[in-house]
């Protein structure tokens, strides 16, 4: 999430806050709290594969090169994805040996986005410059024109997100 709320109950953004601030902050209404990435990969230590979403608003990449300096000794399997086309186009500059995958939504569909660059990015119209390895549509708008086009054409795998019974399964 780009913000606290929904996790932690707080609000604002991660980069609000201070180390010392997040590392107190509770996940949800539960006694864990926000592990470090570097505890995370060190606890995972390669046992599962994981999918690895980068939050990047507008056009600060900076969190690549960091994530990416991180990720470099961790000896499991991980793909990254994200909704900025940009993350995707640093990866396949700099790592082009990393899974990529761009997420995408029904952004005007829903009401909640409006403007081009919501468009662009419901159409997966940057998909040409990215060249993604899956796209993870939001599963409600899966009959996506520009979806169902993009995954022909491209023939990359078609993921979905966030299902959560077997109804949405169906």
């Keep these: 999430d780009f913000t606290l709320e929904r996790i932690c109950g707080r609000e604002g953004k991660i980069s609000d806050y201070t180390w010392d601030e997040l590392k107190e902050f ?16 060190k606890t995972v230590n390669g ?31 991980y793909c990254i994805e994200s909704f900025n086309p940009l ?20 952004f005007i569909k829903s009401g909640e986005f409006k403007g081009i660059l919501y468009m ?10 990215t060249k993604p390895d899956f796209v993870a549509y939001n599963h409600k ?21 966030t299902i959560k019974n077997q109804q949405e399964l169906e």
């Design 47 to 77: 046992k599962v594969p994981l999918i690895i979403e980068l939050k990047v608003e507008w056009m600060d990449i900076s969190v690549c090169p960091v994530a990416d300096g991180v990720l470099r000794d961790y000896k499991g399997l």
């Design 141 to 161: 708008y899966a009959d996506t024109l520009s979806r169902t086009i993009c995954r022909k054409f491209y023939r990359n795998m078609a993921v979905a997100w």
């Design 120 to 129: 662009i990015l419901q159409n997966l119209l940057l998909n040409w410059v």
């Design 87 to 106: 993350v995707l186009s640093w990866y396949r500059r700099y790592h082009n040996d990393i899974v990529r995958g761009q997420l995408a939504d029904g």
């Design 26 to 41: 509770k996940l949800c209404n539960s006694q864990e709290t926000i592990p470090r990435f570097e505890e995370v990969l």
